[in-house]
């Protein structure tokens, strides 16, 4: 049984690898300077914004985001999972891949994920020789002839049959109690339950079990490598639910799959969009017509899951739902799930059909050329769609109907990631509703202020909080503290703490021809500090972190990381991510540790890393990247947060005295006259 990938052989085979070749045997890259360029093959785009670092063995796209070394490249363009892109990897290099030995416990689960595949599979293969079984198949085979499907496309699906009756497939896998237990765990067959629906009578060796699916056409669900994992079932005669999926399983998440997609992906060499509708008949139906690219969600609305897999595949997705309320409804959840993963180069659009209407019996009426004009000619694109369905029955004209649009758009527009997209859309909220971009932005401020509120209030009251331990001097922490002897009792006044720290100037934004850095929180661009003209400095925060990407040795002059990671700025607390795993593993390069931090759960940090290690860390007026010393620069930053979280402590204790009128323990007053001195 092939157990995990030792990480040392990735490691390995990303120091042997060369991003270049691998990248230009798919996509023509250019030389331009020490990197190469290409239009990027995840989005549609004229001018080339995908850059190749020879240097750092890593890919980035400054338009969509799109970003990796040679394995992600492998996983995205040729779209394999991990484990295949590996072995693709090092095939292309004469290597074989070594498998680490499994934990008893992986064993078994691998063992058991294993087996529950083989069983899906010989299930799909039972329900699809009941359809050719004339004995049972003649009412289903009238109804998928009825809805216009043909035999191909039947077989190309999988489509099945699981003939009525209580036991017909327990009988053909289910053969002991052993079996048939295993065929519970694949969602295949229920456990019987007396009246009350309590077990019932379990007597060792007999089965108790009987079919989950009965009298319906069976449509199975694969995975993304066209494994069988589950099944969808409509019912051919009156019973009720309509429509049955299978349960949650130990190989089946219905929240992370989409039906339809791996027939999609093998239809087509790439996928321009995906059109995501609301049932398996839909799908298929849409084939039968050539349309090629439908998927649908399994039971269940569409999530962000559903979003982040099909925006792997595709730059575009359409969905398209009924016209009744129902069909609204799914589509406003669709629309909320989707506006955090709007990355720049990224589309959607929104085909509500005519009440009584479903893709599948439109399609049969209409045709599949005609169906594809109308997605052209009546699909809305995001910002359309939004707008016209927060502001349905809200009368713009009118000073109340502007102010309830911008509360109600607000919000969803504060989902979006930064970048273009994002300020786009502020700025037509702004046209329409007569309000300035920053005083949307304050509506926004207040109504997460309120919320917070709200939850604060709704939330027991906290228990005392003990005294904070002292840290180091030069340990920043979210509070600023610092170790400081006590002296005098005179206190400065609240203007003497304001400011930056001595000899430190901010320059305008941007970086020469680099975009800027964004801030993920508010959307605008960071102000670039320098320290001299012309020059572009990150904030210290990401100035380190960027510092440890081009220079992995530098985290040699921390001894720990946990003052870090405990902070509670995101930066930092990536920062001292990114010591920890150089503490642990001090031989890495900048390729191998790309490859560590790829696997980091936050979202935002795996947007971010590219982002600073694809752009020099100083930058020139004119874009050009300036000489630097790594150890001086690394030194400089650590001190700019000591002296940030100094004056933070400042404004502290002068906060406090205002609130406690001007009494400040003996502590505190030497506290505060010790940095008036400094």
């Not at 990248?23 to 093959?41: E, F, H, I, M, Q």
């Not at 960027?546 to 530098?554: F, G, I, T, V, Y």
């Not at 990381?561 to 991510?577: I, P, T, V």
């Amino acid at each position: 049984m092939a157990g995990k990938i030792p990480q040392y052989f990735i490691d390995d085979l990303l120091a042997r690898a060369d991003i270049v070749p691998v990248v230009d045997s798919r996509v023509k890259l250019r030389k331009t300077g020490k990197n190469y360029s290409a239009c990027c093959p995840f989005h549609d785009e004229k001018t080339p914004s995908f850059s190749v670092s020879p240097d750092k063995q890593f890919y980035y796209c400054f338009g969509c985001g799109a970003s990796g070394n040679a394995v992600g490249f492998l996983m995205e363009y040729d779209r394999l999972p991990f484990p295949e892109a590996v072995e693709k990897l090092a095939a292309s290099l004469g290597l074989e891949v070594p498998r680490e030995q499994l934990a008893p416990g992986q064993l078994k689960r691998q063992q058991e994920s294993q087996s529950l595949y083989q069983l899906t599979e010989k299930a799909a293969d039972y329900y699809r020789e009941k359809l050719k079984d004339h004995k049972v198949s003649t009412p289903a085979i009238t109804y998928l002839k009825n809805r216009g499907l043909s035999g191909a496309v039947a077989k190309e699906f999988g489509i099945g049959l699981a003939p009525p009756g209580w036991d017909n497939l327990l009988n053909h896998l289910g053969t002991s109690s052993e079996k048939a237990e295993q065929l519970e765990l694949a969602g295949l067959a229920i456990r019987r339950t007396d009246s009350d629906g309590n077990p019932g009578k379990n007597e060792p060796g007999k089965r108790h079990h009987y079919d989950r699916f009965r009298n319906r056409i069976m449509f199975p669900i694969r995975d993304q490598r066209g494994r069988t994992i589950a099944f969808g079932g409509r019912v051919l005669g009156d019973d009720k639910p309509k429509y049955l999926n299978s349960p949650e399983t130990p190989i089946f998440h219905k929240g992370r799959e989409l039906y339809g997609l791996w027939e999609a992906r093998q239809a087509n060499r790439e996928l321009k969009r995906l059109i995501m509708v609301e049932g398996y008949m839909d799908v298929v139906a849409l084939a039968q017509f050539g349309i090629r690219c439908a998927v649908a969600t399994l039971g269940t609305a569409c999530g962000e899951d559903h979003i982040q897999l099909a925006f792997r595949h595709t730059g575009e997705i359409v969905f398209c739902f009924d016209g009744d309320k129902a069909g609204r409804t799914a589509a406003r959840r669709a629309l909320e799930s989707a506006l955090p993963h709007m990355q720049d180069g990224r589309s959607l659009r929104f085909l509500l059909l005519p009440e009584g209407e479903d893709p599948d019996t439109l399609v049969r009426q209409i045709g599949g050329e005609r169906f594809d004009q109308l997605i052209d000619e009546q699909g809305r694109p995001l910002e359309d769609f939004l707008f016209d369905l927060v502001g349905e029955g809200i009368n713009i004209q009118t000073m109340d109907g502007r102010a309830r649009l911008s509360k109600a758009a607000a919000p969803l527009l504060d989902l979006l990631p930064a970048g273009v997209y994002r300020q786009l859309m502020f700025q037509q909220l702004a046209r329409r509703t007569g309000l300035e971009q920053d005083m949307l932005e304050e509506i926004i401020a207040a109504e997460k202020a309120r919320a917070a509120e709200l939850n604060r209030q709704a939330q027991p009251a906290p228990a005392p909080a003990p005294k904070p331990a002292t840290k180091p001097t030069g340990a920043p922490s979210s509070a600023g503290e610092f170790q400081a002897p006590g002296y005098g009792e005179e206190t400065p006044p609240p203007e003497a703490y304001d400011g930056p720290p001595p000899g430190f100037e901010y320059g305008e934004q941007g970086y020469g021809h680099e975009p800027p850095e964004y801030h993920e929180d508010s959307g605008q661009p960071h102000q670039a500090p320098r320290r001299r003209s012309g020059q572009y400095r990150l904030p210290a925060e990401r100035m380190l972190i960027a510092l440890l990407l081009h220079h992995p040795q530098l985290a040699t002059l921390i001894d720990d990381s946990a003052q870090y990671r405990s902070s509670n700025d995101a930066d930092l607390q990536l920062f001292g991510e990114i010591l920890q795993v150089l503490h642990k593993n001090p031989a890495l390069n900048s390729n191998q540790l790309f490859g560590r931090l790829m696997n980091l759960e936050s979202k935002e940090a795996r947007e971010l890393l590219p982002r600073l290690a694809m752009s020099h860390p100083i930058v020139g007026g004119q874009g050009q990247g300036m000489e630097y010393d790594p150890q001086t620069e690394f030194s400089d930053c650590l001190r700019n947060l000591e002296l940030a979280a100094e004056r933070q402590r400042k404004r502290g204790l002068v906060d406090q005295l205002k609130s406690n009128g001007n009494q400040l323990s003996a502590e505190q007053l030497a506290l505060l006259a010790q940095f008036r001195r400094k």
